[in-house]
């Protein structure tokens, strides 16, 4: 099944701890990128990657990192979380070219303390 | 990036056709227009993609204008399940960060 797979779903952590947010697909898509999305503001994307070892930020890039080593995954690091980085996570992925559709993961609902 | 502005709720009852509009005035030359739908914590899905004139699938109708301006996604006979948040993308070509803003929150009554 096609799919795109986060781990993990929820997670609660505590300032400073750094933490990785994992993302994977199966569908041998160029493109992979990571949103945030928070009550009121939307979907925001933090990250995006076209290819192996190619990654550029998106619109809130403070405080994470991301890593392109292999094609079918694309990890979110959190080095030093803080509380404002609490927030539903979103990974996606897609055929390169803009305008192909996105295919979504289920999400990681991710508090920090 | 051509930014679009959609209303931010609508309220619809089953069985009617919902339109939501989405305007786009800055839309670039080889902009797309796409659709997507979201559940409460679900990711997006997607609808619908055009380019001009009209696109239809099972699920949805999506009319653009000439001057691609705007664009309207039409849902034929809603129901309950219908109740999401529905976002227009437009899209550049080359470096693609797409722009999901806050979307319209449709709530369709019994």
């Known amino acids: 099944e096609a799919q795109v797979t986060q781990n993990p779903r929820y997670l609660i952590t505590v300032t400073g701890k750094k933490l990785t947010v994992t993302c994977s697909q199966n569908m041998n898509h160029e493109y992979m990128s990571w949103y945030r999305q928070d009550p009121g503001l939307g979907l925001r994307q933090i990250y995006y990657?076209?290819?192996?070892?190619?990654?550029d930020k998106g619109d809130v890039p403070e405080g994470y990192k991301v890593s392109r080593k292999e094609k079918r995954n694309f990890p979110l690091i959190l080095e030093s979380p803080s509380p404002n980085q609490t927030s539903l996570y979103f990974c996606?992925?897609?055929?390169?070219?803009?305008?192909?559709?996105?295919?979504f993961g289920p999400g990681t609902r991710l508090t920090v303390l | 990036l051509a930014k679009t502005t959609q209303p931010i709720s609508m309220d619809s009852y089953e069985g009617q056709e919902v339109n939501i509009t989405c305007s786009h005035n800055?839309?670039?030359?080889?902009?797309?227009i796409t659709w997507y739908q979201q559940f409460p914590s679900q990711g997006p899905r997607f609808i619908i993609q055009g380019y001009k004139t009209k696109v239809t699938n099972e699920v949805a109708s999506l009319f653009i204008p000439a001057d691609r301006k705007s664009s309207t996604l039409s849902l034929p006979r809603v129901s309950l399940s219908d109740t999401a948040v529905y976002y227009c993308l437009v899209g550049t070509g080359g470096s693609y960060i797409p722009t999901f803003g806050r979307g319209t929150s449709l709530i369709v009554h019994p």
């Open positions: 990657s076209m290819n192996v070892e190619v990654t």
């Open positions: 800055n839309i670039a030359t080889n902009d797309y």
């Open positions: 996606a992925s897609s055929l390169a070219g803009q305008g192909n559709e996105q295919f």
